[in-house]
């Protein structure tokens, strides 16, 4: 039996190289194999050259865990690469999923899941401070998670009065969700709450919207945008989305 290797699953940040951590950095250099959709190599480029580079195209998902945890199970340094944060949305739990299935009889490789900027708190970063209070995050794709569900935890977190973070608002073949989220939104929350849109966070043609939730469904949005629906407090201030955290403002006399 071989001796079984290690197993990195590490977040790139949003886009931007600067937003790649230390850790993350160390984990790529360390590694003998990188495993990942195509897309997110080239952030790493001076990192990977020299190594062995798998690219599986989107919907591999499944594919691109077993191969690394089939790889350092053969006494690889591997690591899995996702975009922004891996445990949000990213491979971290697939990658882990497929590691306790194949390591029911046999020696686990070392693992550790490395923490990326996500595009929830960079989005937020650039909106200004709109998750200063409690918030949810919601995918609107119904590929992996029944609509109902989705609907369900909407419209929970609109009545209870969440910040309410929308990731995958919209594709090419799913186009309706978003409009219906707006509609669930708008029952809970004045229309005229506070919303923000960044679309390419820290890449070179990201743009930053602020919109209300009236209006949440002009400005374009895409797989490659954040939504940000404020709560009952959040304010705009000079193109800004403020949150208040509860701290008394007023100034002492
Ligand atoms: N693991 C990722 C999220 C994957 S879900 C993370 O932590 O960032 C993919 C969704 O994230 C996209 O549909 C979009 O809503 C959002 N997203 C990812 N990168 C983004 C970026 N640079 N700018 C704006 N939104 C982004």
Redesign the pocket.
């Known amino acids: 039996m071989s001796t079984a290797g290690s197993l990195y699953v590490i ?1 790139l940040g ?2 931007d190289p600067k937003m790649l951590t230390e850790q993350a950095k160390i984990a790529l250099r360390q590694s003998q194999v990188v495993i990942g959709y195509q897309g997110y190599f080239a952030s790493v480029q001076d990192i990977v050259q020299e190594k062995e580079c798998i690219a599986l195209p989107l919907t591999q998902e499944t594919q691109r865990a077993q191969v690394a945890v089939d790889r350092a199970l053969q006494g690889e340094a591997v690591c899995v690469i ?9 491979m971290a739990s697939l990658v882990l999923e497929v590691l306790e299935q194949r390591t029911a009889n046999v020696p686990c490789p070392e693992v550790a899941v490395v923490p ?1 900027v ?3 708190n ?2 937020a970063s650039l909106l200004g401070a709109p998750i200063g209070h409690d918030f949810a995050v919601i ?1 609107l ?1 119904d590929l992996l998670t029944p609509w109902e569900l989705i609907e369900k935890r909407l419209k929970a977190a609109a009545e209870a009065d969440f910040i309410t973070v ?4 919209k594709s090419i073949r799913r186009h309706w969700q978003y409009g219906r989220a707006q509609e669930i939104l708008a029952e809970h929350r004045a229309p005229e709450t506070p919303v923000g849109l ?6 070179s043609d ?1 743009s930053v919207t602020t919109t209300t939730i009236a209006h949440m469904t002009e400005p374009m949005v895409d ?5 940000i629906v404020g709560n009952s407090q959040t304010r705009c201030w000079q193109s800004r989305m403020v949150t208040p955290r509860g701290y008394p403002v007023a100034e002492t006399p």
């Open positions: 977040g949003p886009g996702s975009s922004g944060d891996a445990g949000i949305y990213g990326g996500s595009a929830v960079a989005c995918s794709s929308l990731l995958n608002p960044v679309r390419n966070a820290y890449r990201q797989m490659l945008t954040t939504v």
